[in-house]
């Protein structure tokens, strides 16, 4: 059982194989990638910076997830224009749209961040 155990190990780490109960379906991968976007709306207000970076392991203690599955959830967003990648490895910058109140008579603008 625990050869099994350290088999099935070695070949997530080696060929990124991923076990029968870490995959999930679209609707769940969605799910995960909003709540990384709430994530990163949640650190956006607290340190006022309209440009978020996260990383996947950060990400994955956050929501009690592997690291894995936080990076295949970041790939979605990658896919729907909700992230990109920053160079380093792990690391990546969160598209977030910023509400900007413009004054009595524009009070629902809303803008990209500062990197687009």
Known sequence: MYL???????????FGLVPAEQRC????MNQLAEAIMEYG?????????PAILVGAG????????????????I????????AEETGVHGRWRLRLVVPVVQGPGDPNREV?????
């Open 4 to 14: 099994k155990g350290v088999i099935g190990h070695l070949k997530v780490r080696i």
């Open 25 to 28: 379906d679209p609707q769940e």
């Open 41 to 49: 709306r949640m650190r956006q207000e607290h340190y006022g910076s």
């Open 58 to 73: 950060e990400v994955a203690m956050r929501l009690r997830e592997t690291p894995n599955m936080i990076a295949r959830a």
């Open 75 to 82: 790939g979605v967003l990658r896919e729907q224009g909700g």
């Open 112 to 116: 990209l961040g500062a990197d687009s």
